[in-house]
């Protein structure tokens, strides 16, 4: 039976975190009764990605550019569906997450869209940290953490930009925005069945890290600085 979703998941090492994610979105697709793909895109990874993956019946495919962005397109031009929504591996769909998306990219006044984020824990130095990031993302006007989107729109704006090295899915979204305003449509947001994303950077750096580098998250949000992103994201362990 043809899927009529495509998850794609980019993913470096990710193995201690891929099979929640995996496992969370054939939760959701059960809960909507819908068959659901998923398309994993190995960058680089020397662990048990691909093995954990594929015992959970994802598609797998190899994209090891350095290039967060070109790894994103890579699972996506890979889907079968129609309807793709992008998940990153630490991440985690709710029971609900499925039925939503497709409510929502079926939706002929979207023209896609992003979700509502939770973290998987609280702390008062991960609300300052978020605190310290949100202007960025607010400033910008899309919401992003899960996109779903429709694969003629995403042909339409050609993808993740692969000349960015960081913020290349915000890009993504103030793209599609500006595309669905040609075609009389907007940008939506899933709010109320999201997703769950893991805490490892703050495990990694600490809760307050963000909040007490400002100048780190100004460079990560100009999505051309190579050091702060290898910083933060390549260079940090898994």
Request: contains cysteine; hydrophobic residues 40%; proline residues 3%.
């Amino acid at each position: 039976m043809r899927p009529v979703l495509s998850v794609a998941i980019p993913a470096h090492n990710e193995e201690r975190f891929i099979g929640r994610c995996i496992d969370s979105i054939h939760e959701s697709a059960r809960q909507a009764s819908v068959p659901v793909e998923v398309v994993v895109a190995l960058n680089r990874c020397s662990d048990q990605t691909r093995s954990v993956a594929e015992s959970l019946g994802a598609r797998c495919v190899v994209e090891d550019r350095r290039c967060i962005a070109a790894v994103r397109n890579a699972a996506v031009r890979a889907a079968s569906s129609l309807a793709i929504a992008t998940l990153d591996a630490d991440s985690w769909m709710g029971s609900r997450t499925v039925a939503a998306i497709l409510d929502h990219v079926r939706d002929a006044r979207y023209i896609g869209g992003g979700t509502a984020i939770w973290p998987e824990r609280v702390s008062v130095g991960i609300v300052f940290s978020l605190l310290a990031v949100a202007p960025y993302v607010v400033k910008r006007g899309v919401s992003a953490g899960m996109f779903w989107f429709s694969r003629e729109a995403f042909d339409a704006v050609g993808g993740f930009d692969e000349g960015l090295v960081s913020a290349e899915d915000i890009d993504f979204g103030q793209r599609l925005k500006a595309f669905g305003r040609t075609r009389g449509q907007r940008y939506g947001t899933i709010r109320r069945n999201g997703i769950t994303t893991s805490c490892r950077k703050f495990d990694r750096f600490g809760d307050w890290y963000l909040f007490r580098n400002p100048r780190l998250v100004k460079a990560i949000f100009t999505g051309t600085d190579r050091q702060a992103t290898d910083h933060f994201y390549y260079d940090a362990e898994r």
